[in-house]
């Protein structure tokens, strides 16, 4: 996802932005065992994940660096940081992004330009739903927030808005470059299934 902060007018605006986005070009796929996985998957998948993300920002680039100023922000996962959360093809391609941001930091910083991303954790959209099998949002929202480090928040769309507008803007985050922002309620820094076995243990 390519954004330049003179684009953006308001948090709804973004929200959608960010909604539209996420429905038609991130891909994910169910946990499976990787002797299950065709190559034509690892192919659509990085297509779309890797490859559109790519371009997106190679085009951004051609405006920005005359500019010597602008803003790239991708979207990764969460996936970057927890692992066993989804797919091999889905992770790989998520860490693939991270690894471009911080190339393309590189690359741009020269000009001016500053290039993030954001790895939010689950969010109850229409994607994960779909990829879940469960129909009913709160049920989707019960089941990530059973998993959760942070108890009682519920990470929604808006919230990742939030933190894009935080990375788009020259204003909140000018110096900030390279950076894999992880909004998932500190759920990469737990072992959910550790602390589960030693509040078991001791009750």
Sequence with gaps: MVLRSSLLTSKM???????????SMG???AMQNILSVEQ???????????LGPFLGAKHAAKVMIPAKRGTILFTASASTESHGLASHIYTASKHAVV??????????GQYG??????????VATPLFLKASGIDDKKQAEDLISSAANLKGPVLEAGD???AALFLASEAE????????????GGYSTTNIAF?????????
């Design 113 to 122: 330009i500053r290039v993030n991303c954001i790895s939010p954790h689950a």
């Design 195 to 203: 602390s589960e076995s030693i509040q078991k243990f001791f009750t």
């Design 27 to 29: 891909l994910l796929w």
């Design 40 to 50: 034509k998957d690892y192919k659509r998948v990085f297509d779309v994940n890797v």
């Design 160 to 162: 990742v808005a939030e």
């Design 173 to 184: 985050s000018k110096y900030v470059s390279g950076l894999n922002l992880v909004v998932d």
């Design 99 to 108: 690894g471009l941001t911080k190339n393309l930091c590189v690359d741009l």
């Design 13 to 23: 605006s973004l929200v959608c932005q960010l909604a539209k986005t996420k429905a």
